[in-house]
Each structure stands twice: as C-alpha cells, then as structure tokens.
C-alpha cells in the first residue's frame, strides 16, 4: 500500500515553517493519541503515520531528500526497523521533542543535569546621609551570605573521596518509564538530574559544597548618587554550587531625609525664614550651602515664597556633568510674642498704610478686587 504524502499526513503546506510543522504534530497528536482512544486501531494507524511523517519533516536533512526523492528518499530513515518504528531515538524521541515544554522538559531526549551552578545574586540596601550621597563615602557592610566549604573545597564530598556515578540512572541523569509503545524519560528522582550522587558527604558543609558565613565588604560610594542608584560588586554574591561562580552583590542606596536641604535630581531645595523688615527694606542674609555658609542679597520689597538661585552650589550627578543649583525660597516670618509697645506701633504702622492701600499692598488690593468680581458675575 502506498504511503500518504507526509505534508498531506500533517496538514500543512509545503513551505510550512518548522514551526508550523511541530504545532500542527502536535495538534494532530494529541487527537489520534492511543491514550485518548483505547482499543482504536484506527487511530493508533493514524498516529504511527503523523509520527513517521513528523520524523521526517522536523529533520532538516531528511526533509530535504523527501523534498527531492520523496518516500525514496527517507525509505528505512523514519525508525529503527524500518518507517514507523518507535524504538530508542524513535518516537521517545520525537514525544520529547514536541511535548517537553509541557512536561518540563520531562519527556523526550533530555541529558544530564550539570552539578556546577552559578552562585545567587544578592542585594544589601544601604542608607546614607545627604553629604555622604553628594561627597561619596566609602562604607563597610557585613552581609550573611553563602561562601565555598573551606575542608572539601567546594565538592561536597569527604576528603579521599569523590562523587560517584547514580546507581539508578546509570549517570545518565534521566530514566525511562514505559508506557506501552512509546516512553517517557524523567528526571532521575536519586540524583535530581545531576548523574552522581555524594556517597560520602563533607562533615562541615553535609555534601552542599557551602556553608553560611558572613563577611565584612568595603565598598566605595562615588559622588553624586541618589536614591535608587545601584553599585554592583562582581563575585560578592552566593558562591557557587560545586565549584561554579559566585553571584554578584547589588548595594541598593537610599539617602535619608536632610534637615534643612531637599534633593531633586541635581538641585538642592531650602526655605530661608526672614523677617518682615528684612523683607520690605532688604538685606544680607548668610544661608547654608554643603559647602559652608554664603551671603545672599534680599532686594527690598522681597514678598514670601520668591526663589533665589545659587549657582553651582547643588549637586554633580555621578554619570557626570555641570553641578546643580541651591535653590533657596524666602518665607516671611511674622514676629510673635509682641510687647504692648510693639502691638502699639504696628498699629500706627498700618494706619499709615491704609491711607494709600493699593500702593502698598497690589497683590491684596488684586485679590479682593477678583473676589468682588467673581460675586458680581454670579
């Protein structure tokens, strides 16, 4: 009887994509499985030929001379024994190749598992104060962490001996369940993949190749940094798993709250308090900077909230750049704790004023008249 033609077989065109080809296997697979239809030799038939049929086309060379010479070319190639069979490399094989990713990679043609990892990264957050962020500091940390096993050296095993082959797997690191015609291997639950097992184990570390210590770090802050900014130490973080490489350490800063300055990307923010003479008839104030105190000229008729700018006396970003700005904000200050004296001359004071209010008071004067407005077009 003459055979289908593979592409027929599968349902797919033949200039379908490799992946095309694995979805529709796979669709079609899971339909005509013995599993699912018990006792349908009609479907076990249909599902030899989409096995046979996906051996051929999921292989670069065999499809090739398929595309070529047709059935003639891959006569003998589709399995052991001739097409359709399903012995080692057969469909054990293929179901791997299709179905791992359901499975975990369970299934199929799956090797041994390496027993050298890499060490697990770390993070340590660090706080610093506003000065140390903007100078850069450098810090010792102590951080508990998982570190080589000095008596084995890292292997896990008591000195004289070695790790020996898994008497399970055969040091193959999977095994293999069958299930009527076709196989199914899995990780091997002895050695958990790895093809040899510690018969011997290291007194210190109990076959783990580390132990938990923990060590002191010196790390250097650059200037500039923020909150957010990360500094990686290579080879700082959990060593590795039977001799692999150790993980990196992540140092994650966070500046804490200043006092008297607040921080915005290269700007520094801080509020001046003056008094209300100071601020209608002006004056020199001495201000805080990072760097010391410096003189700031008040012009006369300053009013609250104004902005002043000192240049260059912010921050250096530490990617680098011009430094920022201080911006200082002005807020007037109303005295308190007045003698009868006092209260008597402010009194004198705003009489005289009142005799010519919009002139000495525009931004109230506007505002009321705005209020009056507003009422008068309701």
Do not use: W
Request: charged share 30%; net charge neutral.
């Amino acid at each position: 009887m003459s055979k289908r033609d593979y592409y027929e077989v599968l349902g797919v065109s033949r200039d379908a994509s490799d992946r095309d080809i694995k979805k529709a296997y796979r669709r079609m697979a899971m339909k005509y499985h013995p599993d699912r239809n018990p006792g349908d030799k009609e479907s076990e038939d249909r599902f030899k030929e989409l096995s046979e049929a996906y051996e051929v086309l999921s292989d670069s060379q065999k499809k090739a001379a398929y595309d070529q010479y047709g059935h003639a070319g891959v006569d003998g190639q589709a399995g052991p024994g001739g097409a359709g069979g399903f012995g080692a490399g057969g469909f054990g094989d293929i179901f791997g190749d299709v179905f791992g990713d359901i499975f975990g990679g369970a299934a199929g043609g799956g090797g041994r598992r390496s027993r050298v990892h890499r060490g697990a990264d770390l993070r340590y957050n660090l706080e610093l104060d506003l000065e140390e962020a903007v100078r850069g500091v450098e810090k010792q940390i102590r951080i508990p962490t998982l570190v080589a096993c000095k008596r084995c050296d890292g292997s896990g095993t008591k000195a004289g001996s070695k790790p020996q082959s898994c008497g399970t797997c055969g040091g193959i690191g999977q095994v293999r369940m069958q299930q009527g015609f076709f196989s199914v291997q899995q990780t091997c639950p002895a050695c958990h993949g790895e093809g040899t097992v510690i018969k011997d184990p290291c007194p210190d570390c109990r076959g783990q190749g580390r132990v938990q210590e923990s060590k002191t770090l010196s790390v250097k802050i650059p200037p500039g940094v923020d909150t957010g900014d990360r500094i990686r130490l290579a080879g700082e973080g959990e060593a590795g798993v039977h001799g692999g490489p150790a993980g990196d350490l992540f140092v994650q800063v966070a500046v804490r709250e200043h006092p008297i300055f607040e921080r915005d990307g290269r700007n520094l923010f801080c509020e001046v308090p003056i008094s209300f003479v100071d601020a209608a008839l002006g004056g020199e104030l001495e201000v805080p900077t990072l760097d010391g105190r410096v003189k700031l000229k008040v012009p006369e008729e300053t009013q609250s909230g104004r902005l002043f700018r000192l240049r260059g006396k912010g921050v250096t970003p530490v990617r680098g750049g011009a430094p920022g700005d201080l911006m200082c904000r002005v807020l007037v200050e109303t005295p308190v704790n007045l003698s009868k004296r006092q209260k008597e001359l402010l009194r004198e004071f705003q009489a005289s004023l009142d005799e010519k209010y919009e002139k000495h008071s525009p931004k109230k004067t506007s505002f009321f008249d705005g209020v009056k407005k507003f009422f008068e077009d309701m």
